[in-house]
């Protein structure tokens, strides 16, 4: 699954990719847990990959893939080891992507990483910016993706195939 993530976000051709795998590979994402669901070793990976496999099936909005490469397997970046002084969730994995690693996102990327959580705990940002971002398809999809992926897993066999069929 390391190398099918590896993959993926080198496709997309951002500036930086390099430096985000290194950055992925010390700090641990390939073995990170989650906090709440799937808490075993690799984790945080395989349920990433479970969320890009949701977004790609599901594509109604005809989001760009390179979007949802990056918003779906780096929206829980922040599981990795260190970088615990950048407080909230969604920020930490904002930050570790576009100020640590230097991979740009656009707006909306950025938004739906931030917020994917609904946000309750982003408290240093204005209400406005979340109303605005839960418009977005981009956040609208993630967010179900995430939540489908806390629930139902998939077999990283499984997940593997179907997106390699997709892509």
Request: hydrophobic share 35%; glycine share 4%; net charge neutral.
């Amino acid at each position: 699954m390391k190398s099918l993530v590896e993959k993926l976000l080198i496709q997309t051709n951002r500036n930086n990719i390099q430096s985000l795998l290194q950055l992925m590979e010390l700090h641990g994402y390939y073995t990170a847990r989650c906090s709440r669901h799937h808490r075993f070793v690799g984790g945080s990976m395989q349920h990433s990959l479970e969320v890009l496999l949701y977004a790609l099936e599901n594509n109604t909005y005809n989001i760009p893939t390179d979007s949802l490469i990056l918003t779906c397997l780096l929206h829980d970046l922040c599981n990795i080891h260190g970088f615990h002084e950048i407080r909230r969730h969604g920020s930490r994995s904002v930050r570790l992507i576009t100020q640590i690693a230097g991979v740009p996102l656009t707006t909306e990327e950025s938004s739906a990483i931030l917020w994917h959580m609904h946000g309750s705990h982003e408290i240093d940002k204005l209400p406005d910016d979340f109303a605005q971002t839960t418009q977005s398809p981009l956040w609208k999809l993630l967010r179900k993706a995430d939540g489908y992926s806390a629930k139902y897993s998939s077999t990283p066999f499984e997940i593997t195939q179907r997106i390699n069929q997709l892509l």
